[in-house]
Structure formats: structure tokens, C-alpha cells
């Protein structure tokens, strides 16, 4: 997998961790990752948010800047 680190945002920690086998079956290796229970999110409906970090091995030309 390209993914190599995750910080996950919810606003029950406990309802999270019911559910981290969920998160397993998605990665066959796991990446770095932190979650941090939060008050609330960007809506008031969110439960979870998910900031995904990923590194693709890119052999072409350099990117004009």
C-alpha cells in the first residue's frame, strides 16, 4: 500500500475501537497511525475524520515548478 500514515479525528473513542477490525481489513500492513478523540468535528453529524498521508514511487521526469 502507498499509504503510510493516518491520524484519525472521532468524537467517541469508545465507538472507534469497536470497529478498528473494520480498519484491518483494509490494509494488509498497517501504516503509522494516531487517533485523537475530539469534542466535535467540522459538522455536527461527523463522527470521524480521517487525515491519510501516501508515497507513490514516482520514476518520470521532475515535475515543472
Known amino acids: 500500500s502507498?499509504?503510510?500514515k493516518t491520524?484519525?479525528?472521532?468524537v467517541d473513542i469508545e465507538a472507534?475501537?469497536?470497529h478498528v477490525?473494520?480498519?484491518m481489513a483494509y490494509f494488509a500492513a498497517l501504516p503509522t497511525s494516531?487517533?485523537?478523540e475530539?469534542?466535535?468535528l467540522a459538522h455536527p453529524d461527523f463522527l470521524v475524520e480521517i487525515e491519510a498521508i501516501a508515497v507513490?514511487?514516482?520514476r518520470g521526469p521532475?515535475?515543472?515548478t
Do not use: A, G, K, N
Not at 491520524?7 to 472521532?10: E, P, Q
Open 2 to 4: 502507498d499509504l503510510v
Open 7 to 10: 491520524t484519525t479525528y472521532v
Open 16 to 18: 472507534f475501537f469497536q
Open 21 to 23: 477490525d473494520v480498519r
Open 34 to 36: 494516531t487517533t485523537v
Open 38 to 40: 475530539v469534542r466535535r
Open 56 to 58: 507513490i514511487d514516482y
Open 62 to 64: 521532475s515535475p515543472v
